[in-house]
């Protein structure tokens, strides 16, 4: 059976790995059309590297420049767009959950008088209740207006 064109053209450019390039190789040994296919494909490989290549003129590589430019900057400012709105839904949806925890945890407790709002008061039941035993512990625990910068 013999190879299709695409397997010829990488035979011919060297792509095909050892088992496949013998494969074919021993095949073209046997078969004169895949022999002339594979001569059609050196000949125009040959014509091609002997043609010149065009270049372009200054005006048309600056006006191929702004163009891709535009372009990449028109798919930057999407991503910056989408970047910016997921930030934003991330945000607004943070603040939501961060308000419903604190009415939830300022219902739930009772604050300590000439403590700042965010140190809440454990009731003398609570497991984290704990009393004083160091006089460090009792600097901490001291109701702010008493309280002193120095241990004692």
């Known amino acids: 059976m013999c190879p299709s064109p695409e397997q010829l053209q990488r ?3 060297d792509e095909l790995a050892a088992p496949d390039r013998g494969r074919i190789a021993a095949h073209l040994e046997e078969c004169s059309q895949c022999r002339a296919e594979l001569a059609q494909l050196g000949a125009l490989s040959a014509v091609l ?5 065009p270049e372009l003129l200054p005006i048309a590589m600056a006006r191929l420049q702004q163009r891709i430019s535009r ?11 989408a970047m910016s709105s997921v930030a934003a839904v991330v945000l607004v949806g ?17 604050p300590v008088q000439g403590a700042p709002p ?14 004083a035993t160091s006089p460090a512990a009792a600097w901490y625990l001291a109701d702010a207006s008493s309280r002193s910068d120095e241990l004692p």
């Open 11 to 13: 035979f011919f450019d």
């Open 71 to 81: 372009v990449t900057d028109r798919s930057l400012m999407r991503l910056a767009w």
């Open 118 to 131: 965010w140190v809440e008061a454990l009731s003398a039941g609570h497991p984290l209740s704990r009393n």
């Open 94 to 110: 943070g603040l939501m959950l961060l308000q419903a925890s604190t009415a939830t945890a300022q219902a739930s407790s009772t």
């Open 49 to 53: 590297k002997q043609s010149a290549v």
